[in-house]
């Protein structure tokens, strides 16, 4: 059953492993922030009959990345709305690069993942009384997206920054330094709620997001220590 996190704003967190999907609801249009894994589909469309979210409603599915966890339920919507990456994250997909998306892993085919926008840092999303800002924040990959409801303050970060302020592994495209870069980027956004991919949502963004800093810092420093001893 989906929980309100914020204004219009719904998780899906669906039984089996896999990121957690968000409806969020405009007046006139209705969006999908991520979708999950593919084991998750049954639970997600009744998730979105629960909602009031009939077959074909959904209008946009924005991914946050590209990791499978994040796409994987992609291709059973596709067809029925528009799909919405930031463009580094969006050839990675069209041109199946199995390195970042590690579809293979989970015994799917890397092939036939669509996207209809390609968007960039600062796009705005208009649902309807409802405006969505596209913050590009590469580091965990290159194509990271956070979502911020101008409304409501609460920003979606995928696998940017969890609850208890843990940041999340670098992966092939990403970048420690860009990681750190985008963080204390988002330290000076004001923020009401952080609504990560996986686990706990956070009240305390900006302490949250500070810790996130330093440990990412943290490592940096080690990975300079090591480079300079080894
Ligand atoms: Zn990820």
């Known amino acids: 059953m989906p929980e309100e996190v914020a204004e219009d704003i719904q998780r899906i967190e669906t039984e089996k492993s896999g990121a957690h999907a968000y409806i969020v609801q405009g007046e006139r249009r209705t969006a999908l922030v991520d979708s999950g ?118 920003l979606i970060t995928g696998d940017t920054v969890f609850a208890a302020g843990t940041p999340s592994d670098i992966y092939t495209s990403g970048s420690q330094g860009e990681y750190a870069n985008s963080l204390r980027r988002l330290h000076n956004f004001r923020l009401e709620t952080l609504l990560p991919g996986h686990g706990w949502i956070s009240d305390d963004p900006k302490e949250d997001i500070a810790a996130a800093i330093e440990t990412v810092e943290e490592g940096m420093a080690t990975e300079r220590g090591n480079r300079i001893t080894n």
């Open 37 to 154: 894994v593919h084991e998750n589909l049954d639970d997600l469309k009744s998730d979105l009959r629960d909602a009031d979210i009939e077959h074909g409603d959904l209008d946009l599915l924005i991914n946050t990345h590209e990791h499978y966890d994040h796409i994987g339920v992609n291709k059973a919507i596709q067809e029925d709305c528009l799909v919405a990456a930031h463009r580094y994250s969006a050839v990675k997909r069209v041109t199946g690069d199995d390195d970042v998306l590690k579809c293979r892993a989970h015994g799917q085919d890397v092939s036939g993942y669509e996207v209809d926008l390609w968007l960039e840092n600062n796009a705005l999303i208009d649902l309807g009384g409802k405006r969505l800002k596209v913050l590009h924040t590469p580091g965990h990959t290159s194509g990271s997206l956070r979502i911020l409801d101008t409304s409501t303050r609460a």
